[in-house]
């Protein structure tokens, strides 16, 4: 029986949504992005990406257990955010997370949609959010669906399948398709869960690992990544209910179980392992991992503690109420010395494993959102001021945090500042690691 | 921003897809936070490719007007002559010595200073090609991530390097203003 850290998580939630006020711009959430893609540090202005899946989803979650109006007030917020962003097209403008300012991100605009679709029952009239998400995935389809191979491509023109963010926009199909009644898109989400379920590893060691892409849309590409994996359990098992197959909600239980075997005793997990048995430890995604235990949550996994995973997340928090990015990125920088091997978490962090991101804070605000118990209350929580020894390409330095100013300095210099209501950050003309 | 564009088709074509793709993105997040902290209130974009002037758009859309100043982005100096920029940002490529002679003959009487400058796409970074492509070949993703991940770590260089693109920021000369 598990005996999850549960009498923090009021306290917790009231910190990181003290923080999320002040990474609040008027037209959206906003903030540099830490990634193991790529980063994107100078740009800092608002995004309408996967970020808003877990606000929406987590403030409306949060109005449903308390009756608090302000949660309440909150999702408006978001859905004006998402509203307001939206193109004649239907597209989203900036929604590409770390490839930002960028339009077309997948799965991101398809996971905003999904946020809006979380949260609108809570609205006296949803007609109007309802047309925003059926026009957005109207231009989804119309931009990423591939008539020749009957499936959605990552990129237009770009035969390709990524099993995760197939998954993203098969449960927002699905959700528009019972919120609305309209059966329109049900083919397209069925299709796409049924190449997510083509890549997942049946046989062997790594059984229930997900292949992340398959070019040409023929064979995987041999690289599996937990916390991807853990972002296909949630539309498998909504679709099991919505198509009665029982194949998606066994494959569901078998991407879990690969997500129990593959975590670590510290209860983190790999970033990615590859088919020839090699891992990629670093970095290990700390608010990130949030997705992955909100799969195990979804998916209601008989028999696993993620007591020591939780208490890895809440234990990170930092004083100014965000959640790291990572444990590792250092070793990151190790190349061709031995990046694949990995040093002591103990020594002195990057920035990136410090640097709180709104698009991976989310998904801990709605994981805690939902395992806030019913009657516990969240508390208004002062922010503190986050003041950490860390690395910086090669340099030693500081990174400070408060409700203002996210800063990097070494010594006398300034290597990075952001000033929270900023579209761009401040570097000196020192283009950030990539 | 305000934003004016002029699509120059006259420069070599290059396709604007991956290192290349990344390189323009890296320049145009470089020169719109440069812009929005020197007081850009518009923007003269004068490029040779529409889908970077598309990407460029994109960042002066979410970039607000910090001030009254008029700046131009250009992959030629002869647009700079024009007395009512004060800031400019050029991409020159074609190697190190096409640069040097542009320079030369359009920037002679010195009316800018060149304030900062990088280095996009070095030639450490092309040269990850070579054991991604050996890698892919062998079929081992694991070492593709590996050199893919040099290859943009040494993306960009704040230090002279032979590189694809080099990216200066010029400001008028004060006598001039």
Same mark, same amino acid.
């Given at each position: 029986?598990?005996?999850?850290?549960?009498?923090?998580?009021?306290?917790?939630?009231?910190?990181?949504?003290?923080?999320?006020?002040?990474?609040?711009?008027?037209?959206?959430?906003?903030?540099?992005?830490?990634?193991?893609?790529?980063?994107?540090?100078?740009?800092?202005?608002?995004?309408?990406?996967?970020?808003?899946?877990?606000?929406?989803?987590?403030?409306?979650?949060?109005?449903?257990?308390?009756?608090?109006?302000?949660?309440?007030?909150?999702?408006?917020?978001?859905?004006?955010?998402?509203?307001?962003?939206?193109?004649?097209?239907?597209?989203?403008?900036?929604?590409?997370?770390?490839?930002?300012?960028?339009?077309?991100?997948?799965?991101?605009?398809?996971?905003?949609?999904?946020?809006?679709?979380?949260?609108?029952?809570?609205?006296?009239?949803?007609?109007?959010?309802?047309?925003?998400?059926?026009?957005?995935?109207?231009?989804?389809?119309?931009?990423?669906?591939?008539?020749?191979?009957?499936?959605?491509?990552?990129?237009?023109?770009?035969?390709?399948?990524?099993?995760?963010?197939?998954?993203?926009?098969?449960?927002?199909?699905?959700?528009?398709?019972?919120?609305?009644?309209?059966?329109?898109?049900?083919?397209?989400?069925?299709?796409?869960?049924?190449?997510?379920?083509?890549?997942?590893?049946?046989?062997?060691?790594?059984?229930?690992?997900?292949?992340?892409?398959?070019?040409?849309?023929?064979?995987?590409?041999?690289?599996?990544?937990?916390?991807?994996?853990?972002?296909?359990?949630?539309?498998?098992?909504?679709?099991?209910?919505?198509?009665?197959?029982?194949?998606?909600?066994?494959?569901?239980?078998?991407?879990?179980?690969?997500?129990?075997?593959?975590?670590?005793?510290?209860?983190?997990?790999?970033?990615?392992?590859?088919?020839?048995?090699?891992?990629?430890?670093?970095?290990?995604?700390?608010?990130?991992?949030?997705?992955?235990?909100?799969?195990?949550?979804?998916?209601?996994?008989?028999?696993?503690?993620?007591?020591?995973?939780?208490?890895?997340?809440?234990?990170?928090?930092?004083?100014?109420?965000?959640?790291?990015?990572?444990?590792?990125?250092?070793?990151?920088?190790?190349?061709?010395?031995?990046?694949?091997?990995?040093?002591?978490?103990?020594?002195?962090?990057?920035?990136?494993?410090?640097?709180?991101?709104?698009?991976?804070?989310?998904?801990?605000?709605?994981?805690?959102?939902?395992?806030?118990?019913?009657?516990?209350?969240?508390?208004?929580?002062?922010?503190?001021?986050?003041?950490?020894?860390?690395?910086?390409?090669?340099?030693?330095?500081?990174?400070?945090?408060?409700?203002?100013?996210?800063?990097?300095?070494?010594?006398?210099?300034?290597?990075?500042?952001?000033?929270?209501?900023?579209?761009?950050?401040?570097?000196?003309?020192?283009?950030?690691?990539? | 921003?305000?934003?004016?564009?002029?699509?120059?088709?006259?420069?070599?074509?290059?396709?604007?897809?991956?290192?290349?793709?990344?390189?323009?993105?890296?320049?145009?997040?470089?020169?719109?936070?440069?812009?929005?902290?020197?007081?850009?209130?518009?923007?003269?974009?004068?490029?040779?490719?529409?889908?970077? &002037?598309?990407? !460029?758009?994109? *960042?002066? %859309?979410?970039?607000?007007?910090?001030?009254?100043?008029?700046?131009?982005?250009?992959? /030629?100096?002869?647009?700079?002559?024009?007395?009512?920029?004060?800031?400019?940002?050029?991409?020159?490529?074609?190697?190190?010595?096409?640069?040097?002679?542009?320079?030369?003959?359009?920037?002679?009487?010195?009316?800018?200073?060149?304030?900062?400058?990088?280095?996009?796409?070095?030639?450490?970074?092309?040269?990850?090609?070579?054991?991604?492509? &050996?890698?892919? !070949?062998?079929? *081992?993703? %694991?070492?593709?991530?590996?050199?893919?991940?040099?290859?943009?770590?040494?993306?960009? /260089?704040?230090?002279?390097?032979?590189?694809?693109?080099?990216?200066?920021?010029?400001?008028?000369?004060?006598?001039?203003?």
């Amino acid at each position: 029986m598990m005996s999850l850290p549960l009498g923090r998580v009021g306290q917790s939630l009231g910190k990181l949504h003290g923080w999320l006020a002040t990474v609040k711009q008027p037209d959206g959430y906003a903030g540099p992005v830490a990634h193991w893609w790529r980063n994107s540090l100078l740009y800092t202005g608002p995004a309408i990406d996967w970020r808003y899946e877990g606000i929406l989803d987590g403030y409306g979650t949060l109005f449903r257990k308390t009756g608090d109006e302000r949660w309440l007030f909150c999702v408006q917020g978001g859905i004006t955010h998402v509203l307001r962003a939206q193109r004649q097209g239907g597209g989203y403008g900036v929604s590409s997370f770390e490839r930002n300012p960028e339009s077309l991100g997948t799965p991101h605009e398809a996971a905003a949609t999904l946020g809006l679709l979380h949260v609108v029952d809570l609205l006296e009239d949803g007609t109007e959010v309802m047309e925003a998400a059926r026009r957005n995935l109207q231009y989804l389809v119309d931009a990423l669906w591939d008539p020749s191979s009957k499936g959605f491509n990552d990129r237009p023109g770009v035969l390709g399948r990524v099993p995760n963010k197939l998954a993203t926009l098969a449960e927002a199909l699905m959700m528009y398709s019972r919120l609305s009644r309209d059966e329109t898109f049900l083919p397209y989400a069925l299709s796409a869960l049924q190449d997510v379920a083509r890549y997942v590893v049946t046989s062997g060691p790594i059984t229930g690992a997900v292949h992340q892409y398959a070019p040409g849309a023929r064979e995987g590409d041999g690289r599996f990544f937990p916390f991807y994996a853990a972002r296909c359990v949630p539309a498998l098992v909504q679709g099991a209910s919505v198509f009665g197959r029982q194949e998606f909600s066994d494959t569901a239980v078998g991407i879990t179980s690969f997500l129990v075997r593959s975590r670590g005793e510290d209860g983190s997990w790999p970033q990615i392992i590859y088919s020839n048995g090699r891992r990629a430890e670093d970095p290990r995604w700390i608010a990130g991992a949030a997705d992955i235990l909100n799969a195990l949550r979804v998916a209601r996994y008989e028999g696993d503690d993620w007591t020591a995973s939780l208490q890895r997340l809440l234990d990170s928090q930092l004083p100014s109420g965000g959640f790291p990015t990572a444990e590792g990125f250092r070793n990151l920088r190790r190349f061709p010395l031995g990046p694949m091997s990995r040093r002591a978490v103990t020594e002195v962090p990057d920035w990136l494993d410090i640097l709180p991101v709104v698009g991976w804070n989310d998904k801990v605000f709605r994981l805690l959102a939902n395992l806030l118990p019913e009657a516990e209350a969240i508390p208004e929580m002062a922010l503190g001021h986050t003041d950490i020894p860390v690395r910086f390409n090669g340099l030693t330095a500081r990174y400070q945090e408060d409700a203002e100013t996210i800063s990097v300095t070494s010594g006398a210099r300034e290597l990075y500042r952001w000033r929270k209501g900023s579209a761009w950050a401040q570097t000196g003309f020192r283009v950030p690691s990539l | 921003m305000e934003i004016h564009q002029v699509l120059r088709p006259s420069h070599p074509h290059v396709e604007v897809t991956g290192a290349h793709q990344l390189s323009w993105n890296v320049m145009l997040d470089a020169v719109f936070a440069d812009a929005s902290q020197a007081g850009v209130a518009s923007m003269t974009v004068s490029l040779a490719h529409q889908d970077v &002037l598309t990407w !460029a758009h994109l *960042r002066a %859309d979410v970039t607000p007007a910090q001030g009254d100043r008029r700046a131009i982005l250009c992959q /030629s100096f002869d647009m700079m002559l024009d007395p009512t920029y004060t800031i400019a940002y050029t991409v020159e490529h074609g190697g190190v010595l096409g640069g040097a002679i542009q320079r030369r003959n359009h920037l002679s009487d010195h009316t800018w200073v060149a304030r900062q400058q990088c280095w996009v796409y070095t030639w450490k970074s092309r040269l990850m090609g070579i054991p991604i492509r &050996l890698a892919n !070949a062998a079929r *081992r993703p %694991d070492l593709v991530d590996r050199y893919m991940r040099e290859m943009r770590a040494q993306m960009v /260089s704040r230090k002279s390097t032979v590189s694809y693109y080099h990216l200066t920021v010029w400001e008028r000369g004060v006598a001039q203003l």
